[in-house]
C-alpha cells in the first residue's frame, strides 16, 4: 500500500499535492488550486490524474476543479456539507467515511471552523495527513465560518493521531506563524528551535512541510490551547476552558503584525 507524495507551489503560496497508489498507478491530487501547475507536476512524473479529493470551497483550493476534471475525466471527491458551494462533485462524503485511491484508504476528518464543512483526509497505513486549511506548521486557518468550540474539537481529533503522523497543509504559512507562536509562547525551547529551523529552510528555499505531527503537538500554540502558559498568555486563567482560550489565541493572530 505504498503512497508516493509529489509537493509543489501553487499561485502565490499553496500547496500544491500529488498522491500516487503504486500498486494501482491512480493518482489524487489533494485540492486543485491551479490546474497548470498540478498538470505540470503530472507531466513531470509521468502520472494520469484519476481523482481530485477536496477538503472546502474556497476559491484557491477548487479553482482547477474543471480544466482538471475535462482535461482527465478525474473523479471528483469532496465534503458533502458544502457540496452546493463546490462545482463538479461527483462524490459526497464526510467525518467518519473512508474514500478509496487505488488500494489506499483516506479516513475523512471533520475540521469545521476554516469552514463549516472542511474536511482533511488521513492515510492511517502511510501515516499521511492532508490538512488544507484546517491546520498548519505552528499555526490554524482564519476561523471564517465557524465556532471556537467544534474548531477546537476537529484539531483534538486530529491531536490524537499518531505522533509519527505527517502534516501536509494547504499553504506556505510557517515563517509567519513562528514569529506569532514564539510572541505568546517565548519560553518554548521545541517552538524556538523549530523557528530558527524554519528560517533556514526558506532562505535555502526549501519546503517546511512535511511536518510531524508530534513537532506541531510541541511546538503550535493552537494544539496547546489546553496548557495553562497559554491561558496565561492571553491573560486568562489558567483553568479556562480550552475552547476560549483557542478563541482567544485566534484572535490574537487575527489581530497580529
Known sequence: MALLIDIFMCRTDNYGYLVHDVETGKTAAIDAPDAKAIKSALEM?????????????HTDHVEGVPALKREYG????????????????????????N????????YVIGTPGHTLGHIV???????????ADALFSMGVGRMFEGKPGPMWEGLEELRELPDGTLIYCGHEYSLDNARFARSVDPRNAALNIRAAEVKRMRDAGKYTIPVSLRMEKATNPFLRADRPELARAMGLAPDTKPSAVFAALRAAKDNFK
Open 45 to 57: 512524473r509521468d502520472w494520469t490524474l484519476s481523482d481530485i479529493l477536496i477538503t472546502h470551497h
Open 74 to 97: 478525474a473523479v471528483v471527491t469532496g465534503p458533502k456539507a458544502e457540496a452546493e458551494k463546490i462545482l463538479g462533485l461527483d462524490v459526497l462524503v464526510g467525518p467518519g467515511e
Open 99 to 106: 474514500v478509496s485511491l487505488g488500494a489506499t484508504d483516506f
Open 121 to 131: 483526509y488521513y492515510d492511517h497505513a502511510g501515516g499521511h495527513l492532508f490538512t
